[in-house]
């Protein structure tokens, strides 16, 4: 598992639980450490059972934890990097739904070595969706979840989301658009600015 995966968990835990849980959870899951270093590469057995260690911590099932976790992932302000490389998906959020198919080769871009899932956008109709979450890293589509949450808000866009098993080797999650300008969305400007 690619030390980012890790290392975006680890962010998760200590901003939300607080570094006690992250540390109580990495002796639980028997690391013999309590750092992951962003660009190394783990075993997939840690990354399961850090979250095996933090689901029996929080007696919380792992899709909840990790649908927190792309919650966290768009919305919390130590990711604005990840939340921008997802605006760039569009204007509008129909738009950021459209480029997810091409999600994995931007991520790509900005980390070569970092292979997420393949996606793949079915419009049903204009106001329904499914994406389909192909297999590569487990809990992802849980992630999805969190994420198209996320950015529903960020563009102030209202969406009813719901995982809806797997059809044949991928999990499907379906996306229903009930009004595109709910609210006002998250500022958002193509140029980074420093203050």
Not at 1 to 15: D, E, K, P, T
Not at 47 to 75: F, H, M, N, W
Not at 162 to 176: L, Q, T, Y
Request: net charge negative; aromatic share 8%; hydrophobic share 45%.
């Amino acid at each position: 598992m690619h030390g980012l995966i890790n290392r975006a968990i680890q962010s998760f835990v200590c901003a939300t639980y607080g570094q006690s849980c992250w540390l109580y959870v990495t002796e639980m899951a028997e690391l013999g450490f309590s750092e992951f270093e962003a660009m190394l590469v783990y075993d997939d057995c840690m990354t399961v059972q850090v979250l095996d260690a933090l689901c029996a911590d929080l007696k919380r099932p792992r899709a909840e934890i990790l649908e927190d976790l792309g919650t966290y992932l768009v919305s919390h302000t130590k990711m604005e990097d990840l939340r921008r490389l997802l605006r760039f998906g569009g204007v509008t959020y129909v738009d950021f739904l459209h480029s997810l198919d091409d999600l994995s080769d931007r991520v790509r871009l900005s980390v070569s070595d970092l292979c997420l899932p393949a996606l793949e956008l079915i419009e049903v109709t204009p106001t329904e969706y499914q994406l389909y979450c192909h297999p590569g890293l487990p809990g992802y589509p849980s992630v999805m979840v969190g994420i198209l949450r996320a950015m529903a808000d960020d563009y102030g866009a209202l969406a009813m989301l719901s995982h809806d098993g797997r059809e044949g080797e991928a999990e499907v999650i379906s996306i229903v658009l009930v009004e595109s300008a709910f609210a006002k969305g998250r500022q958002f400007d193509l140029g980074a600015r420093k203050s």
